[in-house]
């Protein structure tokens, strides 16, 4: 992924934003999708829309609820420890847009999309 992404796109700081961002969201489908050891797949798509790259990293595993995220209080620091919510508040820090679709028992795709400067262009 690394490897096509720096092919295409020409800013090497938003390619890390990128790089990091999509490694948050595989992380979270390894430990939260598949639970017990069960094994699944973890989709890696992306693509271009004008003038933004849209990747998304999708699984089939147990899902969540969305209503139910809480982002860490980061104003004192509270919850930044916890085990969770880290990956998404990362993803959102880093990214243009972050949306994600989620439900209990039907998996999580998690859309991420970035303005960038294409080569060629």
């Not at 096509?4 to 934003?17: N, P, Q």
């Not at 050891?37 to 004008?50: M, P, Q, T, V």
């Not at 969540?64 to 930044?80: A, V």
Request: hydrophobic fraction near 35%.
């Amino acid at each position: 992924f690394e490897e096509k992404l720096s092919k295409i796109v020409d800013d090497e700081c938003k390619r890390h934003d990128i790089i990091t961002s999509v490694n948050e969201a595989v992380l979270n489908a390894l430990f939260f999708a598949y639970k017990d050891g069960e094994k699944g797949d973890i989709a890696l798509k992306f693509s271009r829309l004008g003038e933004e790259i849209i990747i998304v990293v999708s699984d089939r595993g147990c899902g969540f609820d969305t209503q139910n995220y809480l982002e860490p209080d980061t104003t004192l620091y509270k919850g930044i420890t916890r085990k969770d919510g880290r990956g998404i508040f990362i993803m959102k820090q880093l990214m243009d847009r972050v949306m994600i679709q989620s439900g209990r028992g039907m998996g999580t795709s998690v859309f991420l999309a970035k303005r960038v400067n294409f080569y060629g262009n």
